[in-house]
């Protein structure tokens, strides 16, 4: 892992690989960071997060999780980041706490989102409380609103942020609401804050608003053809960038209308990586042979610019 390095460009919003029985499944953890960078070229993590069914998990696979992902990550990864929110301010600050002993190299929390912070205040002092248990640690703040219905927009949230949570490094963005994102590039110059996005479908949009990077699911398995859409966009080749946006975006599409979600994503990283990732955790339930035979016959169905 790297240090102090900015967390920029594409980060896996990982899976937590399961046996059929329903236990997690440390053993394919290694082979799954070998496959994230080499074949996607992917050498940033987000464990334990909405991928990660991390809300599913008990505290002792949480911390067992991150233990593996660290320690695999070691030698071959830039940047573990591990999601630590949990509805039990306790229990999160045991996780943050772990997290740090075992050295990963940031942490990020959700909004709790059964009692809801109803205001900037309640959201900060519930983040504040749990990032002062690692106070060496780079803190994201992990804006999920579609999830945990937690709908307090960022640009206000980072207003005086860093004198309350010194460690505030930057935020997981996972909202439609492009105005809020460029409202917080605009007040947070980008050398203080990293803004990584978290709509996988619409990041080229977040790119030309300014976002650094992004978290997300796709990017286990459409990592390199993200890669490349980036590469593009810096060039800038903003024809060659939209065209990768609209590819991945079709498949998207595609799945989405045969209904979308984790369960479907661990599918589709395993037929696309030959590691098996399991089944989901109930109330998540696993994907048919028939969802699994059609998205295939999509991703293989696409003609990419690079010719693949
Ligand atoms: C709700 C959800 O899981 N969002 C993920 C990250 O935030 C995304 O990576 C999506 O899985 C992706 O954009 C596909 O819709
Ligand atoms: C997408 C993402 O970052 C997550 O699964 O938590």
Request: contains cysteine; charged residues 20%.
């Amino acid at each position: 892992m790297t240090p102090g390095k900015k967390l920029e460009g594409l980060v896996a919003a990982t899976v937590t690989p399961m046996t059929p029985d329903g236990q997690i499944n440390l053993s394919v953890i290694h082979k799954y960071v070998d496959y994230l960078v080499s074949e996607q070229n992917v050498k940033n993590v987000f464990v334990n997060g909405t991928t990660g069914e991390g809300l599913s998990l008990n505290i002792q696979e949480r911390k067992q999780l991150a233990e593996e992902w660290v320690c695999q990550g070691k030698e071959k990864l830039d940047h573990v980041i591990i999601h630590v929110g949990a509805l039990s301010l306790p229990e999160s600050q045991e996780l943050a706490r772990h997290a740090a002993a075992i050295g990963a190299s940031g942490i990020a929390v959700i909004a709790p989102f059964f009692f809801k912070p109803t205001n900037k205040n309640e959201l900060t002092a519930f983040l504040q409380k749990v990032a002062s248990e690692a106070p060496a640690v780079p803190f994201y703040y992990y804006h999920i609103p579609s999830l945990t219905g937690v709908k307090i927009r960022v640009e206000e949230l980072l207003g005086g942020i860093k004198e309350q949570i010194p460690t505030f490094q930057g935020v997981k963005f996972s909202d439609t609401d492009l105005l809020d994102l460029a409202q917080c590039i605009n007040k947070n110059e980008r050398e203080q804050f990293a803004f990584l996005y978290g709509v996988d479908e619409q990041l080229l949009s977040a790119l030309a608003i300014g976002a650094d990077g992004a978290v997300g699911s796709t990017y286990n398995y459409l990592g390199r053809k993200t890669n490349l859409m980036l590469q593009a966009f810096a060039k800038p080749d903003l024809a060659l960038a939209q065209k990768y946006q609209f590819l991945t975006g079709e498949f998207l599409n595609f799945v989405s209308k045969l209904g979308f979600g984790v369960a479907q994503t661990k599918a589709v990283i395993t037929f696309v990586s030959g590691i098996p990732m399991g089944p989901p955790r109930l109330p998540l339930v696993d994907v048919s042979e028939e969802f699994i035979i059609k998205a295939k016959d999509k991703l293989d169905s696409i003609v990419w610019p690079d010719g693949d």
